[in-house]
Structure formats: C-alpha cells, structure tokens
C-alpha cells in the first residue's frame, strides 16, 4: 500500500483533504435539512457557496463539521503528541463559545467530560450518527501511513461523543480510504474497501441507492461512497452530494475530504476556495502540514 511516496503529492492531497472538508461543510449548510426536490425547485443544481440557510450563515462560513476537526488538529499541533484530554479540552472550550451548531450526540459527550471528565462516553446503540466521522481527518493525517495508530486515534477520538460499533466501523474505513486516497490510490482501490465494509456491516450497502442523507451515519457514508464513485471530479463529487439535502453540512463535508484527498488542490475549484474565510482556509493548510510532518511518515518531510 504505502511502498514508494511521492512526499510532495501526499502533502497537497492532505491539504486538500482538509480544504476539501470545509469547503464541503459551507456548501452544503446552505441546503441542509432541505429535501432533494425542494432543492431542485429552488435551485436547478446547487453549486455555488452563498451562505444563509437555516443556520443564516456567510457565504464561505464553516459549522461544527470543520470547527470539530480543528479543535481536534490544534490540539495535536499543541500537544506533538495524541492527548484526548487536549482534545476534549478544546471540544469543551469551543461548545463554551456558543458555536452557530452543535449535534446532540456530540453536546452530550463534551458536557459529560466537562462535568466528570468522561473521554469515553458509553456504549450507546442509539448513538449511530455522523458526528464522529465527520472530523476524523487530523486523526487520519496524524497517523499516516499507520493504520494501527489511526484504528486507535479514529476509535478513541470517537467515542468522546460517540460510542458506537457502526459509527466506529465508518470512521475506521472512512479513515482507511483517506491514507489510501491521500497516498495516490486509484478509485477501484478505495472501492474495495468501502466494499470490505458492506461486507463486514451489510446495512452500509450503497447500490442501488437509496437516495437518504440524514444523520445516521449509514445514510451517510452511503450518499458519500455512491456520489464519491460516480463522480468524475472534485465538483461533481461534492454537488451530487449536497444536492441529496438533509444533513448536507456533514454528507458535503465528508465528500470533500475524500474527493479532495483524491483529486488534490488542483481539482478544487478555484471559485469555491474564493468564498471561503481566508483565514479559515490559511489556518487549515497550516495545520495539515503540520500533522503531517509530526506523523509516521513525518519523518521523511524532513
């Protein structure tokens, strides 16, 4: 899998990956909680960052998909070091700020370590949702080209907010995919592993499609994989995503990450990248170059 790297390639697929991600999540908070045909009523085909949707957000404006994952990264960046206890810490600062949202799950798990100091919530077999694969990406960066270390940080990060066999099993492939794409795989390639996981949980089978894209991670890693393998670029990839409505913040912000890990920056559409916070967008690459520099791999950078 990881026998000959090209060091530069891996680091701009890192950093799309994480450009990819943001980009995902303020595109598609636009047309969350809509429905696929309200969508096309208002629209045509959504594809342009303009903001407002429930949450009244600025054009380019991220929500707690990326937030979540740069509390994750900073805390990494910190600590040179995997902490959960850097990481919960800063969960439990940025829920203190008031941030524009929040999921249940994720609130319940950072208010049980900030009122106990739990980095392990329960087992909980309601606490399928997306909240936990939607900010894996430092975990996936961190611990490249490992895939001991990212089963560990994927699982461990996780369960702060989201003790869950079937949320554990799509963060761990999710994450798989990552390295794979990040390190120059071939879509057949990153296929067979989101086929290794139909196999393992039959309930995560995407084909035929079932067209739903809630909350539930397994609605959404199915929007995500059908999207993702019938794309031909970045654009196509994540506009048939957000385009599904429902949770269209996290299914756009997980498409992104993988289409960006596999197309890199040069497949990212410039417009896009345009309307984003500069200072989100320049935070973000730091910070990928700098997990990747601390990781196994790391090393090599140097």
Not at 51 to 61: I, N, T, V
Not at 124 to 150: K, T
Not at 165 to 177: E, F, K, T
Request: overall charge neutral.
């Amino acid at each position: 899998m990881f026998n000959s790297y090209n060091l530069d390639e891996i680091r701009d697929r890192g950093r799309a990956a994480f450009v990819g991600m943001a980009i995902g999540d303020a595109l598609g908070a636009t047309v969350e909680f809509m429905t696929a045909p309200e969508i096309a009523a208002k629209y045509g085909i959504f594809r342009d960052i303009i903001g407002g949707g429930w949450l009244r957000l600025k054009p380019g404006q991220v929500t707690d998909d990326t937030e979540m994952a740069l509390c994750i990264a900073r805390a990494i960046v910190k600590s040179q070091a995997w902490s959960l206890e850097a990481i919960a810490a800063n969960f439990a600062a940025w829920l203190k700020s008031r941030p524009v949202d929040c999921g249940d799950t994720c609130r319940k798990g950072i208010r049980s370590y900030m009122l106990h100091g739990t980095l392990e919530t329960p087992l909980n077999e309601w606490d399928a949702g997306n909240g936990a694969a939607m900010r894996i990406l430092p975990a996936v960066l961190f611990s490249l080209p490992d895939e001991q270390l990212l089963k560990k940080y994927a699982i461990e990060q996780a369960h702060i907010t989201h003790n869950n066999p079937v949320s554990d099993a799509a963060c761990v492939c999710l994450g798989q995919m990552l390295h794979l794409a990040i390190c120059g795989a071939e879509k057949s390639r990153l296929r067979r592993q989101a086929d290794g996981l139909v196999a393992r949980f039959p309930t995560f089978a995407f084909e035929p499609y079932r067209g739903l894209a809630t909350g539930y991670v397994v609605d959404t890693m199915q929007t995500v994989f059908h999207w993702f393998f019938r794309g031909k670029s970045f654009e196509e990839c994540l506009t048939g995503t957000v385009n599904q409505g429902a949770d269209a913040d996290t299914t756009g912000a997980i498409c992104g990450m993988l289409a960006g890990a596999y197309y890199g920056m040069d497949g990212i559409p410039r417009r896009w990248i345009k309307k984003m916070d500069k200072a989100v967008i320049a935070e973000i690459e730091q910070l990928a170059d700098k997990l990747l520099e601390a990781c196994p791999l790391g090393g090599n950078y140097r």
